[in-house]
T-cell receptor, first 114, second 115 residues
Framework: DTGVSQDPRHKITKRGQNVTFRCDPI?????LYWYRQTLGQGPEFLTY????????KSRLLSDRFSAERPKGSFSTLEIQRTEQGDSAMYLC????????????FGSGTRLTVV | AQSVTQLDSQVPVFEEAPVELRCNYS??????LFWYVQYPNQGLQLLLK??????LVESINGFEAEFNKSQTSFHLRKPSVHISDTAEYFC?????????????FGKGTKLSVKP
């Protein structure tokens, strides 16, 4: 297993466009998390899944954001009508049953909205 | 809501010198505490964690952190740093009885080790 993979690594988009990111977790991990990291800040929780069920969403996840994990494996995060404030690093992590300290993070997708 | 404060945004230090990266958290209830390291263009990697038991926890590469409940602190230390320790370090906390998905991070401390 090669760890948590995120695609693309970088994305530049024009304001108003839609973007979609993909995360492939470690295969045996049943939990998958999305975090957002802006410049000078630590990662902030967005949402998490246990298998295919989305169990929690942060208030940071506005209506323009949607995340899915249709078969309990990979996940996608879509941002509609992007705004400049969406520019950030989007991090995905996975874990087995949410064990403390058991999160494995991907390298992230850096989004720049111009 | 819990919060994590990392008091120093940047820490420059010379190679082989000791270093301490400070972390304080807001909650007085039981918490799990973590330090993560992020090298350039890489994801976060767990450096060490405190769940219970001994208040002093160590990593395999010479870092240690001490859980101090009365001061709600979890400072990270290394007696002698190397150039390769240059990275950004994040302190994080989770509530064992709270949200199962929410790991709360500080803003990070950039450690810069100079020769």
């Amino acid at each position: 297993d090669t760890g948590v993979s995120q695609d693309p690594r970088h994305k530049i988009t024009k304001r108003g466009q839609n973007v979609t990111f993909r995360c492939d977790p470690i295969s045996e991990h049943n939990r998958l998390y999305w975090y957002r990291q802006t410049l000078g800040q630590g990662p902030e929780f967005l949402t998490y899944f246990q298998n295919e069920a989305q169990l929690e969403k942060s208030r940071l996840l506005s209506d323009r954001f949607s995340a899915e994990r249709p078969k309990g494996s990979f996940s996608t995060l879509e941002i509609q009508r992007t705004e400049q404030g969406d520019s950030a690093m989007y991090l995905c992590a996975s874990s087995l049953d949410g064990r403390p300290g058991g999160y494995t993070f991907g390298s992230g997708t850096r989004l720049t909205v111009v | 809501a819990q919060s994590v404060t990392q008091l120093d945004s940047q820490v420059p230090v010379f190679e082989e010198a000791p270093v301490e990266l400070r972390c304080n958290y807001s909650s007085s209830v039981s918490v799990y505490l973590f330090w993560y390291v992020q090298y350039p263009n890489q994801g976060l990697q767990l450096l060490l964690k405190y769940l219970s038991g001994s208040t002093l926890v160590e990593s395999i590469n010479g870092f240690e952190a001490e859980f101090n409940k009365s001061q709600t602190s979890f400072h990270l230390r290394k007696p002698s740093v190397h150039i390769s320790d240059t990275a950004e370090y994040f302190c994080a906390v989770s509530d064992p009885g709270g949200s199962q998905g929410n790991l709360i991070f500080g803003k990070g401390t950039k450690l810069s080790v100079k020769p």
